[in-house]
């Protein structure tokens, strides 16, 4: 089980070539998010056919990668181009859920 402690979770929202490691994603990181890299947030990244989907993150000691592949079906992603993730959004976007609305019931 994957737990999410992360401060912030941003998607990048061009496809990627998932053969890339540590240095290759970080790099994106760098250049799309800069400064972010080390801020204990959480990056996602997705190939192509959306089969594929990798997480990286700071993990206090070093860089971590999480990495899903689906047998079957793809990741939904909205058609807006909002790089910053909720929780609610990443976690829905792991379980294959297509919202089609989010209405929140209550604000604090």
């Not at 250049?31 to 206090?60: E, H, I």
């Amino acid at each position: 089980m994957l737990t999410i402690t992360a401060q912030k979770i941003y998607i990048y929202r061009a496809p990627v070539n998932l053969h890339k490691s540590f240095e290759g994603l970080s790099g994106l990181v760098e250049s799309s998010f800069p400064g972010r890299l080390l801020s204990g947030s959480l990056f996602v990244f997705l190939n192509r056919q959306k089969t594929k989907l990798k997480l990286l993150y700071w993990d206090n000691d070093g860089l971590a990668i999480w990495y899903k592949r689906l047998e079957r079906g793809t990741f939904s992603i909205n058609k807006d181009f909002k790089t910053e993730l909720t929780r609610r959004e990443f976690f829905m976007l792991l379980e294959g859920i297509k919202p089609r609305r989010l209405n929140k019931r209550f604000s604090l």
